[in-house]
């Protein structure tokens, strides 16, 4: 009998369809529907939105009284669960909470994370941090990858030298207009950006047809060129929680489309890629500009290191692995 799991998130991106399907919807739905689990989605978002707090947390459990998943997997944005709706569930099922960016929502996770039963870290010092706090009901998960989704697709030819495929933030544009005015051709796609919002079919088919994809950062940066070049870039500095790197989910897309990526670096990376042999890295925006004009001169270069870091993400960093071992401390017989 295949796992019963309901999936409480939100199935569009901060809850507004006009932004596309959420990384959840995308990432966690279609994967495990993909293997075969039995799964629903509850898309808190569009219930709160409909009924209102307190009468969407009573929906959601009568949701799960009446359907009796195994397991209940949430995906919290801010408060619109209750704590009494969590603890509820733990007499009904198995509860696992995704953290994904409990690198810097500190606070946030640590108060969340000893209501469910589980909690997930996609943190390098996440272990040892959860640990110190005496908390014991941790399972490292970094991002991954769908490689149903993310895949290199044939017959693709090269479109563009260099781009971007992620929200508009005042940091990536500065970033793109640094590339350009050293003369390379930069383009930037998704929500904020002159060309608008891309699709998922067309996120992957740009990355199959650019040279060098960048994965950039929207933590706040200290650059003083970056501070001066807008009040809107000093304002953004100041006020942004963001204060350090963390981990991304494109960082685990991009290898497994066999597509070159240039990434900011963030703590950890080495453990999931070797740099300069399966990702190439920058270190800060004058770094970046150096090696986008190396990778573009030399596509050997490029290529070698594209097809080791996809052959890298379908052997270790696919989400059927990850979910397999995440059931498995969880005690839950999956058949994954």
Same mark, same amino acid.
């Given at each position: 009998?295949?796992?019963?799991?309901?999936?409480?998130?939100?199935?569009?991106?901060?809850?507004?369809?006009?932004?596309?399907?959420?990384?959840?919807?995308?990432?966690?739905?279609?994967?495990?529907?993909?293997?075969?689990?039995?799964?629903?989605?509850?898309?808190?978002?569009?219930e709160l939105k409909a009924r209102g707090k307190d009468p969407m947390n009573a929906h959601l459990l009568e949701t799960a009284r009446d359907w009796c998943p195994d397991v209940v997997m949430f995906s919290l944005y801010t408060d619109e669960i209750l704590e009494k709706t969590v603890k509820a569930m733990r007499g009904m099922a198995k509860?696992?909470?995704?953290?994904?960016?409990?690198?810097?929502?500190?606070?946030?996770?640590?108060?969340?994370?000893?209501?469910?039963?589980?909690?997930?870290?996609?943190?390098?010092?996440?272990?040892?941090?959860?640990?110190?706090?005496?908390?014991?009901?941790?399972?490292?998960?970094?991002?991954?990858?769908?490689?149903?989704?993310?895949?290199?697709?044939?017959?693709?030819?090269?479109?563009?030298?260099v781009s971007f495929v992620g929200a508009w933030h005042p940091y990536r544009e500065w970033i793109i207009k640094r590339l350009r005015k050293a003369g390379i051709e930069a383009h930037g796609f998704g929500f904020g950006w002159p060309s608008g919002p891309v699709s998922q079919n067309e996120m992957i088919r740009i990355f199959n047809e650019? @040279?060098?994809? #960048?994965? =950039?950062?929207?933590?706040?940066?200290? +650059?003083?060129?970056?501070?001066?070049?807008?009040? *809107? !870039? %000093?304002?953004?500095?100041?006020?942004?929680?963001?204060?350090?790197?963390?981990?991304?989910?494109?960082?685990?897309?991009?290898?497994?489309?066999?597509?070159?990526?240039?990434?900011?670096?963030?703590?950890?990376?080495?453990?999931?890629?070797?740099?300069?042999?399966?990702?190439?890295?920058?270190?800060?925006?004058?770094?970046?500009?150096? @090696?986008?004009? #190396?990778? =573009?001169?030399?596509?050997?270069?490029? +290529?070698?290191?594209?097809?080791?870091?996809?052959? *890298? !993400? %379908?052997?270790?960093?696919?989400?059927?692995?990850?979910?397999?071992?995440?059931?498995?401390?969880?005690?839950?017989?999956?058949?994954?």
């Amino acid at each position: 009998m295949a796992l019963k799991l309901l999936l409480v998130c939100m199935e569009h991106n901060y809850g507004d369809p006009a932004r596309g399907r959420s990384y959840e919807y995308y990432s966690f739905f279609e994967t495990l529907q993909q293997l075969g689990v039995d799964i629903r989605l509850y898309d808190f978002a569009s219930e709160l939105k409909a009924r209102g707090k307190d009468p969407m947390n009573a929906h959601l459990l009568e949701t799960a009284r009446d359907w009796c998943p195994d397991v209940v997997m949430f995906s919290l944005y801010t408060d619109e669960i209750l704590e009494k709706t969590v603890k509820a569930m733990r007499g009904m099922a198995k509860t696992l909470c995704f953290f994904h960016d409990d690198t810097w929502r500190v606070d946030w996770s640590m108060k969340w994370a000893g209501i469910f039963d589980w909690f997930t870290t996609p943190d390098v010092y996440g272990s040892a941090r959860y640990t110190q706090a005496g908390l014991t009901n941790f399972i490292p998960f970094p991002f991954g990858c769908n490689e149903k989704t993310y895949r290199k697709l044939e017959g693709s030819r090269f479109k563009y030298d260099v781009s971007f495929v992620g929200a508009w933030h005042p940091y990536r544009e500065w970033i793109i207009k640094r590339l350009r005015k050293a003369g390379i051709e930069a383009h930037g796609f998704g929500f904020g950006w002159p060309s608008g919002p891309v699709s998922q079919n067309e996120m992957i088919r740009i990355f199959n047809e650019t @040279k060098v994809n #960048l994965n =950039l950062s929207n933590s706040a940066s200290w +650059d003083i060129r970056y501070l001066l070049s807008s009040p *809107r !870039a %000093l304002i953004n500095r100041l006020r942004s929680p963001k204060t350090i790197e963390q981990l991304k989910a494109r960082i685990f897309e991009l290898n497994c489309c066999g597509s070159f990526q240039l990434s900011y670096y963030v703590e950890g990376l080495e453990r999931y890629f070797a740099i300069g042999d399966e990702i190439g890295i920058y270190l800060d925006s004058d770094d970046l500009v150096r @090696k986008a004009k #190396l990778y =573009l001169e030399d596509a050997g270069r490029r +290529d070698r290191i594209a097809s080791a870091g996809q052959a *890298r !993400a %379908l052997r270790d960093h696919t989400f059927r692995a990850r979910f397999r071992a995440a059931f498995e401390k969880m005690g839950v017989v999956s058949g994954l």
